[in-house]
């Protein structure tokens, strides 16, 4: 019986690691650019882009309804944090730069229609900010895993 109790708080313990473990890539939103840095070129010129898209779509999408609200901030780290990564992989394929520039421009020269949108929904935002949540904490756990050779 003492063996079973030592396996069952090793388990638990395991799992309080991994979990942990997720929590750690939401550590730096803004990675270094010193040295060589995949951050350093387009780094901020698409991540602030980004960080602004996700945070004018969520407000745009959830704002009108009082029960979605809370959930603006989803949108706000999905783009710090999605933004951080794809402003990275920027840095290896410079189209994605042009793509992310495109999103940003269309986001701001259709606000009105956004908004319309959001307002006339409830469950499509909700179900786009499960989906945005999903991604984002999808995306964080596939980080924080260990590469096996």
């Keep these: 019986m003492g063996k079973r109790k030592a396996d069952s ?4 313990q395991f799992k309080m690691t991994n979990q942990l473990s997720v929590f750690s890539y939401f ?4 990675p270094s650019t010193q040295g060589f840095s995949a951050y350093r070129m ?21 704002w009108p309804h009082p029960a979605l609200r809370p959930f603006v901030m989803v949108w706000v780290l999905a783009g710090v944090y999605l933004g951080r ?3 990275i ?7 994605l730069t042009l793509v992310c520039w495109a999103a940003f421009v269309a986001v701001l020269l259709k606000p009105a229609q956004i908004a319309k949108f959001g307002a006339t929904h409830v469950a499509i935002p909700a179900a786009l900010t499960a989906v945005v ?3 984002l904490f999808g995306v964080a756990f596939a980080m924080t895993r260990e590469k096996t050779s």
């Design 85 to 87: 990564d794809i402003a």
């Design 133 to 135: 949540t999903a991604v």
């Design 42 to 62: 387009p780094g901020v010129a698409v991540h602030g882009p980004l960080i602004l898209s996700f945070a004018m779509v969520g407000f745009f999408l959830c």
């Design 89 to 95: 992989l920027c840095h290896y394929n410079m189209l």
């Design 9 to 12: 708080s090793l388990l638990k």
């Design 27 to 30: 550590r730096s939103p803004f």
